[in-house]
């Protein structure tokens, strides 16, 4: 078979055919009496190949050693082909993502883009002072990819980076939040961590209804954050996580504050007042534990309150009853 044929049956041109020859990958088997390349159907099989080989990534020169070693072992080539194509991969999702942060910000020119361009390297930088001089030109400088912005605030370890990148976020809007939500998901706890600390400093209503639902997650730090932070925008749901706070020990006196914010309401008052009382009532409460409860009604108003504290005035631990008669008193002067 003449080597046009050839390169019509195989899709390899007659140039790369040449090419395999002058390698000696392949040569034609033999000679037409005009002097013609004369391919065997072995030359052709050959052929093919050498095509499924470079089809997996093989360079020619490991297709050669792969076709004409006797002893040749193709698992550590193999094992090489896939650290390879896993680097490749690495790197083509790398610069997918970094064009799809510049066009999410819609750069209105050549002189964004590069702006953008040079914001992005910033973050990834190895200096934290860069980072966080990147994270705070963000929102000065011109429309931020968002996802970059809560890509960099997931995987921050220095507090003060942290901080530019939280404070970069509350700028952004829902969207921000919506992409924080994912991070709360993560198997990494640090991650969730980070996720729920951003979310509390988004201002918006989709970053408190994320927080509600937050209560029931199954990580217990992010359930306290999430608790702590609806505490402060008045809402009630967060009352069962923030007195299992007080009763665990648990930032429990942010977590009084935060009740006491919420009992400002009657209705509020009056339940906080009677789970603090209950959790009073259960005989594995220690004195400690005691103690801090007693502690946590000392600003919650109302009459459940008030007899709480008057039968707590009589409790069997000195320490008790010394704070709930103190408290006693300063209510009754206000």
């Not at 020859?21 to 052929?47: H, K, M």
Request: net charge negative; proline share 4%.
């Amino acid at each position: 078979m003449l080597i046009g044929e050839v390169a019509r049956r195989s899709g390899v041109s007659a140039r790369m055919l040449r090419h395999y020859e002058s390698l000696g990958l392949v040569r034609p088997t033999g000679r037409t009496d005009a002097g013609y390349r004369a391919y065997s159907g072995e030359d052709i099989r050959r052929i093919f190949h050498i095509e499924s080989l470079r089809s997996l990534g093989l360079s020619l020169r490991e297709v050669g050693r792969a076709l004409d070693e006797p002893g040749f072992r193709p698992a550590e080539l193999v094992d090489d082909l896939v650290h390879r194509t896993r680097e490749r991969i690495a790197a083509e999702t790398e610069l997918l993502t970094r064009l799809r942060r510049i066009g999410a910000a819609e750069p209105a020119g050549w002189e964004d883009v590069l702006q953008i361009v040079g914001l992005l390297h910033a973050l990834g930088s190895k200096s934290a002072g860069t980072r966080q001089r990147a994270a705070l030109s963000s929102v000065e400088e011109m429309s931020w990819p968002v996802e970059a912005l809560v890509e960099a605030a997931l995987s921050e370890t220095d507090p003060n980076v942290a901080g530019a990148l939280r404070w970069a976020l509350a700028q952004s809007g829902e969207d921000g939040s919506a992409l924080l939500a994912e991070g709360l998901g993560s198997p990494v706890a640090q991650v969730r961590k980070r996720a729920v600390q951003s979310l509390v400093e988004m201002p918006d209503g989709e970053a408190t209804a994320l927080l509600k639902d937050a209560l029931a997650h199954p990580d217990i730090v992010v359930r306290r954050y999430a608790a702590l932070e609806l505490g402060a925008r008045g809402v009630a749901d967060a009352v069962p996580t923030l007195v299992d706070m007080v009763v665990e020990e648990a930032n429990d006196v942010d977590a009084a504050d935060a009740l006491s914010a919420l009992a400002s309401d009657p209705a509020s008052a009056d339940r906080i007042a009677t789970m603090l009382v209950d959790c009073l009532a259960h005989g594995t409460a220690g004195p400690s534990v005691r103690r801090r409860l007693t502690q946590a009604l000392a600003d919650i108003p109302g009459p459940t309150a008030s007899r709480a504290l008057a039968d707590l005035a009589l409790d069997e631990d000195r320490v008790v009853a010394l704070t709930a008669t103190y408290i006693l008193g300063m209510r009754d002067a206000r």
